[in-house]
């Protein structure tokens, strides 16, 4: 029987091919990635924020100061490859040559990425193995391989792609992303990665999506922890064959620079809906901040509340949570006296504060509202006109479970 095969996300897009196999990192699972660009691909990446930064996290940023073309991006899930000192950047710098050579491809156009435990050193037997294995396995077909493979504890894989229009041509945009926990990126998340056919220049491309991630990925949070590992890659193929696309000035730009917000907003609202333990999927819609930081900030403390997301799965319909949040918030302008909140979802809406105060509710409505599985948590600041979405899950019993047994 002929199994039926199909492009999808990350292999969306032409001259991209992929492959997801189990290598051995994990007991049964797909543990290891590959992505090719038979002909080359222009890349650019941002990386985690955090003082403690992963192997395959420090050779990449390095990698990518020094050359915009590349033609291999090796996933595993497993190990994250992180604190792991000299010994984890010679795994990095031998699994780069292992690779180059299977594909026969220079190691300068290699790029890493790994995932999972933090603190354990890499099985380079394994990835010996694994290397050997998947490099004649990728082919156009294998997006939805690749995707699961560079899964950890996400239940689903994440995977986007779309076309729009460049130049008067039919571009194609494609992307999968893994995180479900440790997610509070800063310019990126836990792994994720995005190829285009698009011809544009590498300077352009990190402009896109550095503007992209700060507006996406960074306004998504599981449970307010950065990673050592948080990376976003975007690979552009060229086979569009457009007239390439150097700076904002270039007829195309900005509908690549759309594509990129459009498919970072998609996959880091995946990212939020799989959170570890998630039942609901909560976006807090903050309007009236004097400045757009000021509604980011509040935006991200209530999101990031653990008491606030306990509500959200105990469906109480607890604003006080909320309004404390906020006050806690980093913020040049802030007035107690004058917030409204409210909460909103499929079931209706309900306003539970008012000029600061709490305002009599109906709590069996209020309860019906938080019964749904997409909520709203509504403030208004009425100091300004900026506003500012932060997508965030609730904290129900199996989180803890989760992650208090992670690593065995």
């Not at 991209?16 to 290891?32: E, L, P």
Request: hydrophobic content about 45%; glycine content about 8%; some cysteine.
């Amino acid at each position: 029987m002929t199994k039926k095969l199909h492009k999808s996300g990350v292999t969306a897009a032409a001259g991209v091919q992929a492959a997801g196999i189990h290598a051995g990192f994990k007991k049964r699972k797909k543990d290891m990635a590959l992505l090719y660009f038979p002909d080359g691909a222009t890349v650019a990446g941002v990386f985690t924020k955090n003082k403690v930064k992963a192997a395959p996290v420090q050779y990449d940023q390095q990698a990518l100061q020094q050359h915009d073309r590349f033609k291999a991006i090796l996933i595993n899930s497993g190990n994250a490859n992180a604190c792991t000192g000299k010994q984890g950047k010679a795994d990095v710098e031998e699994t780069v040559k292992l690779l180059s050579t299977e594909l026969n491809i220079q190691p300068e156009e290699v790029l890493v990425s790994s995932t999972g435990v933090i603190g354990m050193f890499m099985n380079m037997e394994t990835m010996k193995k694994g290397v050997k294995a998947i490099a004649p396995e990728v082919s156009e077909f294998g997006g939805a391989a690749a995707s699961k493979a560079i899964m950890t504890t996400d239940t689903v894989p994440k995977e986007v792609s779309f076309t729009f229009e460049v130049a008067g041509k039919t571009a194609t945009i494609g992307g999968m992303v893994k995180g479900s926990g440790m997610i509070h990126p800063n310019l990126g998340t836990m792994l994720g990665y995005i190829t285009t056919d698009v011809a544009i220049s590498q300077a352009a491309l990190h402009a896109m999506l550095l503007k992209a991630a700060d507006a996406t990925f960074n306004h998504a949070t599981i449970d307010g922890d950065t990673s050592t590992n948080d990376s976003v890659f975007v690979a552009a193929t060229g086979k569009l064959d457009n007239p390439l696309i150097v700076s904002s000035d270039d007829a195309g730009y900005a509908e690549v620079e759309a594509a990129v917000l459009s498919i970072c907003s998609q996959l880091a609202q995946l990212l939020v809906k799989d959170g570890e333990g998630a039942t609901k999927f909560v976006e807090v819609l903050v309007s009236g901040a004097k400045t757009m930081a000021d509604a980011v900030s509040v935006g991200k403390s209530v999101a990031t509340s653990s008491l606030v997301k306990t509500a959200m799965f105990g469906e109480d319909a607890n604003w006080g949570r909320v309004i404390t949040a906020a006050g806690y918030a980093e913020t040049e302008y802030f007035d107690a006296d004058v917030i409204d909140i409210a909460f909103s979802s499929k079931n209706g809406e309900i306003q539970l504060c008012e000029a600061g105060m709490g305002v009599v509710f109906d709590e069996e409505l209020a309860k019906k509202i938080l019964e749904a599985d997409e909520i709203n948590i509504l403030i208004d600041l009425h100091l300004g006109t900026e506003a500012a979405s932060t997508w965030t899950c609730d904290f129900s019993y199996d989180y803890v479970k989760i992650n208090a047994d992670y690593r065995s």
